[in-house]
T-cell receptor, first 111, second 115 residues
């Protein structure tokens, strides 16, 4: 069975700091990769996705993620975070019929 | 805009009660899903459905059942609620286009407390 690990459960940053959230998965075949975000009090929504092609994927709000197949990783990055990026971030991997989510990373950005 | 709605935002039930959680989507999506969200565990799939009257078990189906009588509606049933089913329940839907998967659209969630 596939599994997804997010190494950081809580991250606290100051505004303008750079962000990198780790995501590793265990599955040897072809995968589709996603990052979802849940802002306080809001629905879970898609931040970005990778299906194929360029392994560097750009999403909404200045986020990007890089798929490194050899490392089974799909890390999320943003060069300069804002207070409004305070949220919980979930990495998810699909192989077959089901989407498997990581445990989530709570990001707090201090103004 | 895709809209996924869930019947209740907050629900309090007693141990042993039968609980129904309803989810409706308005985008004619084939696929619908029920997850529970617990701190540190992320989202875990309970059941999903890829067509009317079709259902598949997810990672944690024990203690739950589902019903999909119409394409737009997917119900989660707790036959006899227990305190360890206290959680946030999220419904999602997606369309099928021949890819293995597409973006899932989520509802606002139902926070269920079982006393």
């Amino acid at each position: 069975a596939q599994s997804v690990s997010q190494h950081n459960h809580h991250v606290i940053l100051s505004e303008a700091a750079s962000l990198e959230l780790g995501c590793n998965y265990s599955y040897g075949g072809t995968v589709n990769l996603f990052w979802y975000v849940q802002y306080p009090g809001q629905h879970l929504q898609l931040l970005l996705k990778y299906f194929s092609g360029d392994p560097l994927v750009k999403g909404i709000k200045g986020f990007e993620a890089e798929f490194i197949k050899s490392k089974f990783s799909f890390n999320l990055r943003k060069p300069s975070v804002q207070w409004s990026d305070t949220a919980e971030y979930f990495c998810a991997v699909n192989a077959g019929n089901m989407l498997t989510f990581g445990g989530g990373t709570r990001l707090m950005v201090k103004p | 805009d895709v809209k996924v709605t869930q019947s209740s935002r907050y629900l309090v039930k007693r141990t042993g009660e039968k609980v129904f959680l309803e989810c409706v989507q308005d985008m004619d999506h084939e696929n619908m899903f029920w997850y529970r969200q617990d701190p540190g565990l992320g989202l875990r799939l309970i059941y999903f459905s890829y067509d009317v009257k079709m259902k598949e078990k997810g990672d944690i189906p024990e203690g739950y059942s589902v019903s999909r009588e119409k394409k737009e509606r997917f119900s989660l049933i707790l036959e006899s609620a227990s305190t360890n089913q206290t959680s946030m329940y999220l419904c999602a839907s997606s369309f099928f286009s021949g890819r293995a998967y597409n973006e899932q659209f989520f509802g606002p969630g139902t926070r269920l407390t079982v006393l």
